[in-house]
């Protein structure tokens, strides 16, 4: 063992096709036991390659990530929006980067934040005291067999074989039932 208690996910690459969430065989996901909830990470991204990324996420057929990745000029938060365009079978999807910002660390607090009214944002902290959103609201879609999910994923985002991981040290979910809109 290496010492770290939380959960390693390797940056893998999709042999199948491209690397989008919705095809990722490697997603950690939950499906949330509350209507309205807060969900807080620190991850540390240990990128080998341009592409690698640690990200959280809500999957369904609108979808969305946020996280850190790694560039040839240095880490990158990214936020990711997605929607599912055919749902049978393997199904296909389309991904589109809704922002790119610069950031200097490889270690950073990620949350996202699911409201009653059925939308969700996502918001970044270097410190996990002060969080600043990124995006706006992303509406909250069921999958094909199942409500919403949370998820955690690391991947390369380019398709290249890596030997890069994301670290997260804890994934806290707390029940904030009472979170009436996405302010």
């Known amino acids: 063992m290496n010492g770290h208690s939380g959960i390693r996910l390797s940056c893998l690459a999709n042999p199948a096709r491209e ?48 996280g850190l990745m790694k560039t040839e000029t240095g880490n990158l938060l ?23 910002c610069p950031y200097e660390k490889d270690t950073v607090y990620l949350k996202v934040e699911v409201f009653r009214n059925k939308t969700y944002r996502f918001f970044w902290s270097a410190d ?27 991947s390369n985002k380019n398709n290249v074989i890596s030997e890069g991981y994301g670290e997260y040290d804890f994934i806290h979910i707390e029940d904030r039932s009472n979170c009436e809109t996405g302010l």
């Not at 990214?78 to 790119?100: C, D, F, H, P």
């Not at 600043?132 to 409500?147: D, F, Q, V």
């Open 78 to 100: 990214v936020l990711y929006s997605g929607t599912v365009t055919q749902k049978e079978y393997e199904g296909e999807a389309k991904e589109i980067r809704e922002v790119a």
């Open 128 to 154: 996990g005291i002060r969080y600043t959103s990124i995006g706006g609201a992303n509406p909250l879609r069921r999958a094909t067999w199942t409500g919403a999910k949370l998820c955690l994923w690391s």
């Open 19 to 66: 690397n989008l969430l919705w095809y990722a065989p490697n997603a950690m996901t939950q499906i949330p036991q509350q209507q309205a909830f807060p969900a807080v990470t620190k991850v540390k991204l240990k990128g080998k390659e341009t592409g690698d990324m640690a990200v959280i996420g809500m999957i369904g057929h609108s979808y969305a990530y946020m």
